[in-house]
C-alpha cells in the first residue's frame, strides 16, 4: 500500500498521514514510527491533538435543521391569489 520508510518518519509524514495516524488506520509499523516521532515532536503533538479536539468538538452549529418554509410560501401565495379574484 505504501512506500515508506518508518525509520526516516518525520513532521511531514506526520502531516502526509495526520487522517489516517489519528484514526489507527495504518500498518502497525507506521503506527509506531509515527508514534516514536510524535512523541519526541511538540509540533507535531500539537498537530494530532488539534486535529483529535476538531474532531470530538459537537457541531452544534450544524444540529440545525435548515428549515424550508415552504408551507408559508404556500399560504402566501394562496392568499395572493384569493385577494386577486
Ligand atoms: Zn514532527
Redesign the pocket.
Known amino acids: 500500500m505504501m512506500h515508506v520508510n518508518p525509520s526516516s518518519f518525520?513532521?511531514s509524514e506526520?502531516k502526509r498521514f495526520l487522517y489516517e495516524y489519528v484514526e489507527r488506520e495504518l500498518d502497525a509499523n507506521i503506527l509506531i514510527a509515527l508514534d516514536t516521532?510524535?512523541i519526541s515532536?511538540p509540533?507535531?503533538q500539537k498537530l494530532t491533538d488539534s486535529y483529535r479536539e476538531a474532531k470530538e468538538t459537537p457541531r452544534e452549529h450544524l444540529k440545525q435543521p435548515v428549515v424550508i418554509p415552504r408551507d408559508v410560501k404556500f399560504e402566501i401565495v394562496e392568499s395572493l391569489s384569493q385577494t386577486g379574484q
Open positions: 518525520d513532521c506526520v516521532h510524535v515532536c509540533d507535531c
